[in-house]
């Protein structure tokens, strides 16, 4: 059994227990194991505990990993960093689902590359709820109108929303952001009833997943908790 087997059993076990004292179902809780910065050596050893998601920010980075598990029959593929448009092309033929839609620009790139290699991809929107300005991520504002323009754009299947909260010591301090997350999507979800299946809500890394479970994420982005510190970021 390597650390990475154990820490996943480890996990998992957490993220049961959250969900089901938050009242959720266990399997309401998606993991997605965010291997960045780790060889394609350490990937295989979650695969081989039996680890199905799997999650890198940087697509040249995936680029190294991902072709090689092209045998590996059911494994998912998450892009959750930044998306610049001009490699749209490359992150459709990579990912199954990418996290981080939040410009009209990256949605139509996403999806004529997508439409051209016969593929529908995942989208989740990602909101930028901070205080001050971060770097990427669409304002609550405009979330809805993206939403739309996803919805209708051949080749994509909008699948949810995804937030980064501002790093706070207290994990205590995120709840706010995945709450108002939360309240998007249910507003979306109101307006276009069934038509966005805006079903996800992508929240939560390691030191604050618990409270994003507590606060209604379905999917998880986990990588210190299961691969140890990384030396960059
Ligand atoms: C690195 C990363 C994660 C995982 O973070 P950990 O703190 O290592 O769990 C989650 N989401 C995104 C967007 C990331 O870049």
């Known amino acids: 059994m390597s650390t990475v087997s154990d820490n996943l059993t480890r996990l998992r076990l957490r993220i049961a227990d959250c969900a089901k004292s938050a009242g959720r179902r266990a399997d309401d809780v998606g993991l997605v194991a965010v291997t960045k910065t780790f060889p394609r050596e350490v990937v ?25 598990f092209r045998g590996n029959a059911g494994l998912q593929w998450h892009l959750v960093g930044h998306l ?22 990256v949605a139509r790139r996403l999806s004529e590359a ?14 930028d709820l901070g205080e001050e300005a971060t770097k990427w991520g669409t ?24 937030t980064i909260p501002p ?31 805006s079903r996800h809500l992508s929240m939560g890394m390691s030191h604050d997943f618990e409270i994003a479970i507590e606060e209604g994420a379905t999917l998880v982005r986990i990588g210190t908790a299961i691969f140890g510190e990384r030396t960059r970021a």
Not at 84 to 105: G, M
Not at 114 to 119: C, G, M
Not at 180 to 196: F, T, Y
Request: net charge negative; with cysteine.
């Open 44 to 68: 295989s050893l979650a695969v081989e505990a039996g680890q199905l998601n799997f999650g890198e920010n940087r697509v040249q980075e995936a680029e190294t990993k991902i072709p090689y």
């Open 167 to 197: 790093f706070f010591d207290d994990p205590e301090r995120t709840r706010p952001f995945f709450r108002e997350l939360r309240e998007i999507k249910d507003d979306l979800e109101s307006a276009h009833p069934g038509v966005l299946g």
């Open 84 to 105: 610049q448009s001009n490699k749209a092309r490359r992150a459709a033929e990579l990912f199954d689902v990418v996290h981080s839609v939040d410009s009209e620009k």
């Open 139 to 162: 304002p609550r504002s405009e979330t809805m109108r993206l939403a739309e323009t996803c919805s209708e754009l051949p080749g994509l299947r909008l699948d949810g929303l995804m």
């Open 114 to 127: 997508a439409a051209a290699l016969d593929r529908t991809i995942a989208v989740l929107i990602q909101v």
